[in-house]
């Protein structure tokens, strides 16, 4: 299973793009790139899910390239609402065989400022 | 459409003792994981049930087990609870099928203290 690796932590501004990076060296040919944000004592939130190339929905963007070692979540005009950790997982979950499971990481812990 | 609730809410239990948690699943899906979430740390995958049958687990001892039933609500059961099991369980549930999303939708969890 394809292991994750993310910065601790970032800081940034409101009004600000955040770029968050993921690698993931090992990744399948069947795995999706999937993007988690979690606030306190509160369950994660789908944000976004990308095979290749790039996927844009209403909160997010995510870029993946052409040998999808990596992968970056990329949030417009930050907020302070947007201060939680973003979780970047690697895994197929769309075939329910016994091999599907999801690797959460330690995730990014992102701190916005006025 | 109602979410993935989880219950109860928090749970103080002594060690050696066993706990069982629940799960009501998002409406139409059929597929329900576990996850365990120790305080700082990413949420660890424990099981997942397909249909009422574990189809998937992971770096879990087998005191960890678990049930779905026919409305697909499922249970987490542990026995012999240790200090460590202290943690946030999180519960998700997904439609299982052939080309569904990865998206999962998580409860709030259930916050277990063992003391």
């Known amino acids: 299973l394809a292991k994750t690796t993310q910065p601790i932590s970032m800081d940034s501004y409101e009004g600000q793009e955040v770029n968050i990076t993921c690698s993931h060296n090992?990744?399948?040919?069947?795995?999706?790139i999937t993007w988690y944000q979690q606030f306190p004592s509160q369950g994660p939130r789908f944000i976004i899910q990308?095979?290749?190339t790039k996927v844009t929905n209403e909160v997010a963007s995510l870029f993946i390239p052409a040998d999808r070692k990596s992968s970056t979540l990329s949030l417009p005009r930050v907020s302070l609402s947007d201060t939680a950790v973003y979780y970047c997982?690697?895994?197929?979950?769309?075939?329910?065989?016994?091999?599907?499971?999801?690797?959460f990481g330690s995730g990014t812990r992102l701190s916005i400022r006025p | 459409e109602t979410g993935v609730t989880q219950s109860p809410t928090h749970l103080i239990k002594t060690r050696g003792q066993q706990v069982t948690l629940r799960c009501s699943s998002q409406?139409?899906?059929?597929?329900v994981s576990w996850y365990q979430q120790a305080l700082g740390q990413g949420p660890q995958f424990i099981f997942q049930?397909?249909?009422?049958?574990?189809?998937g687990r992971g770096n879990f001892p087998p005191r960890f087990s678990g049930l779905q039933f026919p409305n697909y609500s499922s249970e987490l059961n542990v026995n012999a609870l240790e200090l460590d099991d202290s943690a946030l369980y999180l519960c998700?549930?997904?439609?299982?099928?052939?080309?569904?999303?990865?998206?999962?939708?998580f409860g709030p969890g259930t916050r277990l203290t063992v003391l």
């Open positions: 990308g095979y290749k």
């Open positions: 997982l690697v895994g197929d979950m769309i075939g329910y065989s016994s091999a599907s499971k999801i690797i």
């Open positions: 090992n990744i399948a040919t069947n795995d999706y």
């Open positions: 049930y397909y249909r009422e049958e574990e189809n």
């Open positions: 998700a549930s997904r439609v299982g099928a052939q080309g569904a999303s990865n998206e999962q939708f």
């Open positions: 409406s139409g899906h059929n597929t």
